[in-house]
């Protein structure tokens, strides 16, 4: 198995930024797509993004086009998510998730490793 620790939260005003990463321990990210989901309260959780660790293609849904860039880093097997723009419906709880395979898919049941989650809130 591949084990998620997710890092960088916080508290923010709208417009800011913030970076979060998602390290894997256990065994490294090769051959696995890697996501970001976020949940807030009282709603789903729902896809974000998502990259392939061998190809770095890359997946996002439409609101945070623009904004959010996923990347890795292959040496310290780490991926992350640059947040730009903040807005207030960006708050959520953040996880990172994994599968083998290639990225594509924005279901959550189709991720088989999860992290914690980090808190992301940005007042208005």
């Known amino acids: 198995q591949v084990q998620l620790v997710e890092s960088g939260g916080g508290l923010v005003q709208a417009g800011d930024s913030l970076r979060l990463s998602c390290a894997a321990s256990g065994r490294t990210f090769s051959g696995y797509a890697v996501g970001w989901f976020r949940q807030a309260p009282g709603k789903e959780r729902e896809f974000v993004a998502a990259?392939?660790?061998?190809?770095?293609?890359?997946y996002y849904r439409d609101s945070v086009k623009g904004r959010f860039t996923i990347s890795r880093d292959f040496a310290k097997n780490t991926v992350y998510l640059a947040m730009n723009t903040l807005k207030p419906e960006d708050t959520a709880v953040y996880y990172c998730?994994?599968?083998?395979?290639?990225?594509?898919?924005?279901?959550?049941?189709?991720?088989?490793?999860w992290g914690q989650g980090t808190q992301v809130t940005v007042s208005s």
């Open positions: 990259i392939s660790w061998s190809t770095s293609r890359t």
């Open positions: 998730a994994a599968k083998l395979g290639v990225a594509g898919t924005r279901s959550p049941s189709e991720y088989d490793y």
